[in-house]
């Protein structure tokens, strides 16, 4: 598919199938090298090991240009336009667990550079994804107040019409997992996983839903539900996600 055709929608399954099936046969680097390579097809560098002060540099551009539009201007860019930059965001989507597991230096180094991308040339289907990745990780970094900001954004862009509820889940899910976790109560959080975990299966996000049930139960640990409920929901846990690795 990828040596007959020019037209990048064709191009973006090729790339995905690629992606996806690497990432069903345990080879997550593997996936990574693999998204690299196509970056790099499609103009874009991205280096394996970018090191610290470069990430640090990447970051503090994106922040400085957020701080100057203001976090809301993510709300209200237009649908982005170039097909090249669109294939890009949706790659660190599909990809991004890839990078989760095996290359966890370069997420915040590719979210950064991303969400500069989406402040110049406008917003897609995939964004709310990148922009709850990059308030992930100012989490991360200790800004709690700035992480919160971007995750309300990528929930109000992820709760739009139809065609973004599939998108959804993902964004949605690192909301949960790295941004309301220091905010909001534990149980609060549970209840909205348990929500998002019908809607990964809804779907047909197997992989999110696995994830989401994990974290469910690791934020539930830290609520004051009694032991042998705990012990129950997980073992019930166990067995759903082996159900999901034979779906």
């Known amino acids: 598919v990828l ?8 191009k973006t399954v090729a790339y995905e199938h690629r992606i996806m099936g690497l990432m069903a046969q345990n080879q997550p680097h593997k996936a990574v090298e693999t998204v690299l390579e196509i970056f790099k097809s499609l103009g874009v560098y991205i280096p394996k090991k970018p090191g610290r002060l470069r990430t640090k540099w990447e970051s503090f551009k994106t922040n400085t240009l957020l701080k100057r539009k203001g976090m809301s201007a993510l709300k209200k860019m237009p649908a982005m336009s170039d097909a090249r930059k669109q294939l890009i965001i949706r790659l660190m989507y599909v990809g991004g667990a890839a990078f989760a597991f095996a290359a966890q230096e370069l997420t915040p180094f590719l979210a950064s550079i991303l969400i500069r991308v989406i402040l110049e ?10 922009i709850s990745v990059h308030g992930g990780k100012r989490a991360l970094a200790g800004d709690i107040s700035g992480s919160y900001q971007l995750g309300e954004i990528a929930m109000e862009l992820s709760d739009g019409d139809v065609e973004s509820q599939p998108y959804r889940v993902r964004a949605v ?14 149980k609060k959080n549970c209840a909205l996983m348990t929500d998002l975990y019908r809607n990964a299966l809804n779907s047909g996000d197997i992989e999110y839903a696995g994830y989401i049930i994990v974290n469910h139960i690791c934020s539930l640990s830290r609520t004051d539900t009694e032991l042998p409920v705990l012990l129950e929901k997980i073992q019930a846990t166990i067995e759903t996600i082996n159900e999901l690795k034979q779906a």
């Open 3 to 10: 040596d007959c055709t020019h037209n990048p929608a064709d």
């Open 121 to 130: 040339d406008g917003i897609t289907l995939e964004s709310p994804y990148v």
């Open 173 to 186: 899910s690192i909301v949960c997992f790295y941004i309301y976790a220091n905010k909001q109560h534990f």
